[in-house]
């Protein structure tokens, strides 16, 4: 596709339950970045990818979440046993890596609320 | 660690009224800085950027200065418009940090007729 895709768009879980959020990058894009928007707290930095390897995830706030990329592409982000506190917007975005000036390409982003 | 610390909002205006949202930082290094944009229902997206001191990044009217002497990235526009209603996000990726951003917490603009 020409942008960044997530899916799904809305999940309402209950607490409890696990999930599943993807990300499709931009075809070639060989960085890969998580972050959640919550309510009046900004953009908080997940996780960041180059290729398949995750050279920093000092982002992810518990070992409840975890995520991983497949073949350079597709990634998808789980969380464990979800929390009322994990409700919030995550957001994946995608670059074609060339150094700190590069920008980063936004997904619409999964809409989690978790009962 | 790297932090971005800009004002808060809501920001309301009143159309052709002149824009300023402060943005400061705090970097170990040199770092890029940027505005990302969120309209209403739209993804986030790269509204400007400056990689260097003295840097001036524009576009679609707005501005912002990369000044290392304040540390900040203040970003203006001379004449607002309804249609710059949004979330406006500071910035900052640096050396080291894998183009990781750091962002601020965002400020709503308002823009009313």
């Known amino acids: 596709g020409a942008g960044v895709s997530q899916s799904p768009s809305n999940k309402v879980t209950e607490k409890g339950k696990d999930v599943e959020l993807r990300c499709d990058p931009i075809?070639?894009?060989?960085?890969l970045y998580w972050y959640r928007q919550s309510l009046g707290q900004g953009l908080e930095f997940l996780i960041y990818f180059q290729g398949n390897s995750a050279p920093d995830k000092s982002g992810l706030p518990s070992d409840r979440f975890s995520a991983e990329r497949t073949g350079g592409s597709v990634s998808t982000l789980t969380i464990q046993r979800t929390q009322q506190e994990d409700s919030a917007v995550y957001l994946c975005a995608s670059s074609s890596y060339r150094g700190v000036s590069e920008k980063l390409f936004f997904g619409s982003g999964t809409q989690l609320s978790v009962l | 660690g790297d932090s971005v610390t800009q004002m808060e909002g809501p920001v309301t205006l009143s159309e052709e009224a002149f824009l300023t949202i402060n943005c400061t930082y705090t970097a170990t290094g040199y770092p890029s800085l940027f505005w990302y944009v969120q309209y209403p229902g739209e993804g986030l997206q790269l509204l400007l950027k400056?990689?260097?001191?003295?840097d001036k990044g524009s576009n679609k009217g707005f501005e912002a200065t990369y000044r290392k002497e304040t540390t900040s990235f203040h970003l203006e526009k001379g004449s607002v418009q309804v249609s710059d209603s949004a979330v406006y996000f500071c910035a900052l990726s640096d050396y080291g940090g894998g183009n990781k951003l750091t962002f601020g917490t965002g400020t709503q603009l308002k823009v009313e007729l």
């Open positions: 075809s070639g894009h060989t960085a």
């Open positions: 400056a990689t260097k001191a003295d």
